[in-house]
């Protein structure tokens, strides 16, 4: 029997998906870019004492900490779609699949899906007040910070989005008559849930 929908829904799961594993990419660059900028930081401070000239400046010490940012925000999404998140795996890894998404359906319902609405909630006022007024950096030479701030929303869509990604899939996957052997990795699971 075909359930109403279910086409749409594989699609949505699937275009999230690959957005997702395509952020993930440009994500791993920019750790790429954000230890070429620290280690630039922490070489120019030394060598700047060294030579008596100060080689480094706030623009470059906020970069780094803007792509830290960057990374820990928008990593989130594709953490959850790879399962990479920090799990507290007390009995979870040894139950059988269809247990495992039942868990995962309850927690993307009472806690993960709460938590982004209410972050993207609490954050819009400030959000939109820092793009009013253009908010830059206090410190000379800064940059500016409103740019970053948005990135707090979008972080927190992607999640959702990519919650509500996750939550079709153990739908689907509770739905269907698998056994309930533990231990299988994710690729297995997706496999299983038809998508």
């Not at 594989?10 to 920019?30: E, H, K, T």
């Not at 900028?37 to 906020?62: D, K, P, Q, T």
């Not at 209410?118 to 950096?137: A, D, K, M, Y």
């Not at 707090?152 to 052997?181: D, H, M, W, Y």
Request: hydrophobic letters at 50%; charged letters at 20%; aromatic letters at 10%.
């Amino acid at each position: 029997m075909r359930i109403p929908g279910a086409s749409l829904a594989g699609a949505f799961v699937r275009v999230v998906d690959r957005a997702n594993a395509r952020l993930g990419r440009v994500v791993s660059w920019l750790v790429f870019a954000m230890v070429l900028v620290g280690a630039y930081n922490a070489a120019a401070r030394y060598l700047g004492r060294f030579i008596g000239v100060n080689l480094s400046s706030n623009l470059y010490l906020e970069l780094q900490w803007y792509l830290f940012s960057v990374v820990f925000l928008l990593g989130g999404a594709y953490a959850l779609r790879e399962n990479a998140h920090v799990r507290v795996d007390v009995l979870y890894g040894r139950l059988g699949r269809r247990a495992r998404a039942t868990i995962d359906c309850i927690g993307v319902l009472l806690l993960l899906a709460p938590f982004c609405i209410f972050i993207l909630w609490v954050s819009w006022p400030s959000v939109r007040n820092s793009w009013v007024v253009r908010e830059g950096s206090p410190d000379p030479g800064g940059l500016p910070r409103y740019p970053l701030k948005a990135i707090i929303l979008v972080a927190f869509v992607l999640l959702l989005v990519q919650a509500c990604s996750e939550l079709l899939k153990k739908l689907r996957l509770r739905g269907r008559g698998s056994p309930n052997t533990g231990g299988q990795d994710r690729a297995v699971d997706r496999a299983e849930a038809g998508l």
